[in-house]
């Protein structure tokens, strides 16, 4: 019993430090959420291609780097941490640019007429209780959003301003 507990708790504060850093990540870098945002909005089935392709080609890369760390001497260890944790630092980064766009383009959709970091807030709060949910939320959704966010945010880089 005190296991759920504690497994609610925790996912009540996980939700409510990234509905937080969405709020901060959009109010920061509002372009690039923009721009994310319009990639999604106009080709999700592409974004979630090259979010998938780009998430497993340099994941694969890292932990490779990552595995070959753990077997080899402290200088060779250095050598192939570094870049391993640079390429795991830069799929966060279009990690979080790409789901704060995901948050507020699900905001415009459900609620319209809320001020915009209200909606933001609330959106961000039902994408991660979404995202929460067994097996459907965790298999499904979760993969969708991240592959599809880190395919915007890549796609938001080239587009034209």
């Known amino acids: 019993m005190t ?14 430090t990234l509905s937080a850093y969405f709020l901060v ?3 920061l870098f509002t372009a690039r959420v923009a721009k994310t945002q319009t ?3 106009l080709t999700p089935g592409r ?11 340099f994941g694969l890369i890292a932990f490779v780097m990552l595995s070959l760390a753990e077997n080899a001497g402290s200088f060779v260890k250095g050598i192939l941490t ?11 980064v279009l990690l979080s640019v ?3 766009a995901t948050v507020q383009h ?8 809320m001020s915009a970091w209200k909606r933001n807030l609330w959106s961000s709060v039902i994408l991660c ?4 949910l067994p097996f459907v939320g965790w298999f499904l959704l979760l993969p969708y959003v991240t592959f599809t966010g880190i395919g915007a945010t890549i796609l938001g880089f080239f587009q034209k301003s």
Do not use: H, W, Y
């Open 47 to 57: 974004s979630f291609g090259l979010g998938m392709v780009n998430f497993f080609f």
């Open 25 to 27: 990540i959009g109010a």
């Open 3 to 16: 296991d759920i507990l504690r497994l609610t708790l925790f996912v009540l504060l996980l939700t409510i």
């Open 98 to 100: 790409g789901l704060t």
């Open 82 to 92: 570094i870049p391993a944790l640079l390429i795991l630092a830069f799929l966060s």
């Open 129 to 132: 209780i979404a995202c929460a």
């Open 106 to 113: 699900l905001a415009e959709r459900l609620f319209p007429d």
């Open 39 to 41: 990639s999604l909005n």
